[in-house]
């Protein structure tokens, strides 16, 4: 590595550049066997005929790096930064991949350059764009077929079979580019940043479909690009500054959109794919789409918007809601990602003593409740009940009994339909020897038997009249939503989470002096103490943004969680 360093006249230069080079070469060998001919002999001439296997890998890698940095300041009031990164990896020539990354800033003190009013510390403006490389991550050179024998007695089996990589491939590299300015006013007791950014994330990977006549499964290409714009908030105020007291709070607010700008056609043949992301859910490649929007994979169907009964579900013949799950009809039902994030911090000081506090604030957002859906399905909450208990739905009308919403049988000698009748006349008395009032019914419209589906007037709405209308078990119509229609889980992600509250004393340098350390401090520390969710009280809505991949935006097998309280001593030599 090389410094420079070196003042002329009103300009101050810096600089920076290196160089690295890291070579690897591995080699692995294993040999397994399941079953042994005599107890506690690991070699492995005592493994059972046929139950020993071997495996074997190697691999061999190369990369260079030479990177510089450089700075040009003018009086103190105006700077430019640039800097660049030459990555340089692979060993074949047909693998190797060479990437420049560049970044330059620029910034400048208005404060430093006009006399300004006094209650003004400093104002900065600045911008800059910078370039980040991902690499390939899967070599050129990796158009093999594989090989995988699988024993079968004394045969081997083998599938041949493999993935192309496009020789034309291209690293993932992002692009920033960002503005924003600084402010301290009133002896820096008010200070303030502002910066907004977009990032344009090009040459996404994926794999594209190729025949299987040639014997691989798919080609590993460029497929396309992402953007996100955004922009953060940060206002901090010291409203007490004296000798023994100091008070401080402060606010971060970011947000933030992203959005798909590009797809390859290859890809894409139809101009949108869909992908699972948890039950009956999915995420739309297209053009335009915007990162974390969900879609239901199955969709009611409904009543036009030209009908009098417009947005009501249909039901069929069997009194059940009718749905569709082609790609035409899917239908978004929430984004995952939030409106806004906002922290909060403060801190109180009185002489040595300090107390802290950390909290932060999401507004927006949806997530589906993955953990209500199998309680309903096993019966294990209080959706399954009846509408007296958890007020009415759009889905369902019904109970476990008269006492919770169910409903009285009628006479299914007196039912004007047939299909009807024989549903109350199988269900009024089903495993009971006493009648209970605990007929339900999905909610919807249906076709009157040879009516014109175009009519209104040849459409029932369910439940009307106690005479016309499909009744079921509670156990059969009750929470059947929550299974197969995710929309009916969608749930608001709002919520405010205290994270930190710290209490602790610092030890004076009278007494640290002695020990020859420094700064001491005891203190108590309690993390995650309390938590208000909009949706519900018992879930963490956080918990299903965590990660990356598939299942965001779904809360399913989650921990609640933890708070945590300790005591902690911190110090320096």
Known sequence: MLVWNKDIGKFNTSATAGYNYAYSNSYSYAANAEKLVRVNDYS?????????????????????????????????????????????????????NHHFYPSASLSWLPSATFKLPEIINLFKLRAGVAQVGHGIGTPRSNNTFSFAPIDYGNTKILNIGGTLVDPNIKAEVTTSYEGGFDLALLDRRISAEFTVYKKIHENQQGSIPTSPGIGYGGMLTNIGTVEANGYEVSLNIVPVRSRDWNWDIGFNFSKVESKITKLS????????????????????LAVGETIGTMWAHQVFTTMPASSKYAGMIVLDDNGEWKYSNAEADRKAIGNYNPDFIMGVHSSVKWKNFRLGFVGSFRKGGKYISDIERRAVTDGHSLLTIGDKVNGPNPWTVGGRDGETGGLPWPDASKMTYPQQAGLVATYAMYGTPVPIND???????????????????????????????????????????????????????????????????????????????????????????????????????????????????????????????????????
């Open 265 to 284: 056609k290859e890809y894409v043949p139809t101009g949108q794919t869909f992908y699972g992301n948890g039950p009956n859910i999915d995420l739309r």
């Open 44 to 96: 492995l001439s005592n493994a059972v005929a046929g139950t020993m296997t071997a495996s074997n890998a190697w691999g061999i890698g190369k990369s260079q790096s030479g990177y510089a940095t450089g700075q040009l300041g003018y009086a103190s009031q105006i700077y430019m930064d640039l800097s660049g990164r030459y990555d340089m990896s692979g060993i074949l020539e047909e693998d190797k």
């Open 439 to 573: 007929a339900s019914y999905f909610q919807g419209v249906w076709l009157k038997p040879g009516g014109d589906p175009s009519n209104d007037a040849d459409y029932i709405v369910n439940g009307a009249n106690p005479l016309e209308t499909f009744y079921g078990l509670p156990g059969l119509i009750l929470g059947a939503q929550y299974w197969s229609f995710p929309q009916s889980l969608v749930r608001d992600a709002t919520n405010f989470k205290v994270k930190e509250i710290t209490f602790d004393y610092t030890l004076p340098n009278s007494i640290t002096s002695r020990l020859k350390v420094e700064n001491v401090v005891i203190g108590f520390v309690g993390r995650n103490i309390f938590q208000w969710n909009k949706a519900d009280k018992y879930v963490d809505p956080e918990s299903a943004f965590e990660g990356i991949g598939q299942n965001q935006g779904i809360v399913g097998k989650a921990l609640p969680s933890i708070a945590s309280y300790g005591f902690k001593v911190s110090f320096d030599f």
